[in-house]
Nanobody, 122 residues
Framework: QVQLVESGGGLVQPGGSLRLSCAASGSIFSISAMGWFRQAPGKERELVADITGGGNTNYADSVKGRFTISRDYAKNTVYLQMNSLKPEDTAVYYC????????????????WGQGTQVTVSS
């Protein structure tokens, strides 16, 4: 079992900042990638940003230059620093982790966090 605990969501005014955190725990041998997705009402879930084990990052075009993803390898934690927030960033943000529970390649996992609400409004 792999558990993800998210924190950091909330209400912020346009132009403001928030920092999301997601800590992974449980039976984890290795993590290949950690990332954040979001889902706004009536829309499909979309990738916001992710970061690989090697530190390569990938961002949605809509957040480039405003959001920064980072990772603490020792704590199995991923962060999303969100600056210059816009009303269209309002969504439930979900943490996503891909990895392996044991050295066996048959124990790959993909886990999702419970989601944290981010609301950008004046």
């Amino acid at each position: 079992q792999v558990q993800l605990v998210e924190s950091g969501g909330g209400l912020v005014q346009p132009g403001g900042s928030l920092r999301l955190s997601c800590a992974a725990s449980g039976s984890i041998f290795s993590i290949s990638a950690m990332g954040w997705f979001r889902q706004a009402p009536g829309k499909e879930r979309e990738l916001v940003a992710d970061i690989t084990g090697g530190g390569n990052t990938n961002y949605a075009d809509s957040v480039k230059g405003r959001f920064t993803i980072s990772r603490d390898y020792a704590k199995n934690t991923v962060y999303l620093q969100m600056n210059s927030l816009k009303p269209e960033d309002t969504a439930v943000y979900y943490c996503n982790v891909k990895g392996r529970r044991t050295p066996s390649r048959f124990t790959d996992f993909i886990s999702w966090g419970q989601g944290t609400q981010v609301t950008v409004s004046s």
